[in-house]
């Protein structure tokens, strides 16, 4: 079983910057796909940014031009660099990847985004 763990949210100013990190228990990420989502209150889960194991990456609208996803394989590590935060990007943000045909899920990180 792999556990993946999320961290990096918080509070930030609108227009302010914030890099969330999610770790897996296992080297998985270097060939599987992993992918960043939110939810905000009262909404469903959204894609955000998605990187596959060849280092393609898929944004949503939202996110384009203001977030950045990348991984690093060596400390089984995948980031979203996140920039001119908006106070509609405040969510729960979790990451998800695949292993042996089981979808993992982290436990997700706040990130509020008010002045």
């Known amino acids: 079983q792999v556990q993946l763990a999320e961290s990096g949210g918080g509070l930030v100013q609108p227009g302010g910057s914030l890099r969330l990190s999610c770790a897996a228990s296992?080297?998985?990420?270097?060939?599987?796909?992993v992918a960043w989502y939110r939810q905000a209150p009262g909404k469903e889960r959204k894609l955000v940014a998605g990187i596959t194991s060849y280092g393609s990456t898929v944004y949503a609208d939202a996110a384009k031009g203001r977030f950045a996803i990348s991984r690093d394989n060596a400390k089984n590590t995948v980031y979203l660099q996140m920039n001119t935060l908006k106070p509609e990007d405040t969510a729960v943000y979790s990451c998800?990847?695949?292993?042996?045909?089981?979808?993992?899920w982290g436990q997700g990180t706040q990130v509020t985004v008010s002045s």
């Open positions: 296992a080297s998985i990420f270097s060939s599987h796909d």
């Open positions: 998800t990847s695949t292993y042996l045909g089981d979808r993992y």
